[in-house]
T-cell receptor, first 113, second 112 residues
């Protein structure tokens, strides 16, 4: 079992709809969770992070965390063509006294006009 | 401001060349990271520096040599690379007491 799992997609959503991206993780002790957006040929951009169970909203983005079920999700409301990108879920781990991110494989999202 | 800068943007080098990648941040972050990313794959951690000391080396071949001269600067020295080392090289930094990592724009490396 991979430490962080995402559906690789592609996920296709019509413009204006809600895009729902899901991620599961295996380490029950994980505390910090991140969503990065990566456009083709560009570097990952941090768009959301969440540390507590429940929902966290920022503009059109909502991150949801359920530690009991070990999943974290990202909702994008009113999807726009500019949201088309690969979304990477990441979980923080402490190893050898340093913090590192463990990434999922990424979900490719396409918003259709 | 969460800006991490990387130079050069693109680099083409032969297998016998020696080159260096540079990463800089002025956010007061004390942890800096090098990642390698191949097409359609997530970033793969190479090195972590915490307070200018190497904390993690993810079994990276010795042809990659990191250096952290000060808290704002991170270098990656390259020597005798192989074509399979062609990738996007990403630098990231993290602030004290936080877990969020911010990436630079990356250096696209091609080894011929």
């Amino acid at each position: 079992q991979k430490e962080v799992e995402q559906n690789s997609g592609p996920l296709s959503v019509p413009e204006g709809a809600i895009a729902s991206l899901n991620c599961t993780y295996s380490d029950r002790g994980s505390q910090s969770f991140f969503w990065y957006r990566q456009y083709s040929g560009k570097s990952p951009e941090l768009i959301m992070f969440i540390y507590s169970n429940g929902d966290k909203e920022d503009g059109r983005f909502t991150a949801q965390l359920n530690k009991a079920s070990q999943y974290v999700s990202l909702l994008i409301r009113d999807s726009q063509p500019s949201d088309s990108a690969t979304y990477l879920c990441a979980v923080n781990r402490r190893i050898q006294g340093a913090q590192k991110l463990v990434f999922g494989q990424g979900t490719r999202l396409t918003i259709n006009p | 401001d969460t800006e991490v800068t990387q130079t050069p943007k693109h680099l083409v080098m032969g297998m016998t060349n020696k080159k260096s990648l540079k990463c800089e941040q002025h956010m007061g972050h004390r942890a800096m990271y090098w990642y390698k990313q191949k097409a359609k794959k997530p970033p793969e951690l190479m090195f972590v520096y915490s307070y200018e000391k190497l904390s993690i080396n993810e079994s990276v071949p010795s042809r990659f040599s990191p250096e952290c001269p000060n808290s704002s600067l991170l270098n990656l020295h390259l020597h005798a690379l192989q074509p399979e080392d062609s990738a996007l090289y990403l630098c990231a930094s993290r602030g004290v007491g936080s877990y969020e990592q911010y990436f630079g724009p990356g250096t696209r490396l091609t080894v011929t």
